[in-house]
């Protein structure tokens, strides 16, 4: 790989880990906001499952960060492989996360009685954020 190439590469990758950052906290910035308004509405179950999907919809963020960054690592080391080896934990991972997720959502609407539908849309607070990050970068480009 030639130097250019290389300074390429830094740059490509400091601007993923800045839109990465961008959509970490755009995603508590609009999860804590609409929890701010419901909850300034007087409707406090609305509000309990905004927050809480909010934190899960970042959680599952992170996470699935962390297991991109894994895959990234695994493939870097076997490069030029003919059969590269993917570990059985890049597939048990997913199932695990969204399973945990699943039950913490389960178990919150049972025993705390949080509306199903305000955790749904604090969950969604991830996809703005997304969508928002992707604007961003749109509308002002790193060149």
């Not at 910035?29 to 007087?42: E, K, M, S, Y």
């Not at 963020?61 to 991109?68: E, G, P, S």
């Not at 492989?81 to 039950?103: D, I, N, Q």
Request: aromatic share 10%; hydrophobic share 55%; with cysteine.
């Amino acid at each position: 790989m030639t130097m250019d190439a290389q300074a390429a590469d830094r740059a490509a990758s400091s601007s993923g880990r800045q839109t990465e950052q961008r959509i970490g906290w755009l995603t508590l910035f609009f999860g804590l906001v609409a929890t701010a308004v419901v909850l300034g509405l007087r409707h406090k179950r609305w509000a309990a499952g905004l927050a809480i999907g909010t934190v899960l919809g970042w959680l599952n963020f992170r996470w699935l960060k962390r297991a991109a960054d894994v895959l990234v690592i695994v493939s870097t080391a076997q490069e030029g492989r003919e059969k590269p080896k993917v570990p059985l934990t890049a597939y048990l991972a997913p199932l695990f996360r969204y399973g945990l997720l699943g039950l913490t959502v389960y178990v919150i609407f049972v025993f705390l009685h949080v509306p199903l539908g305000s955790m749904i849309l604090g969950f969604c607070a991830l996809a703005a954020a997304a969508i928002a990050a992707s604007v961003w970068e749109i509308l002002r480009p790193v060149d």
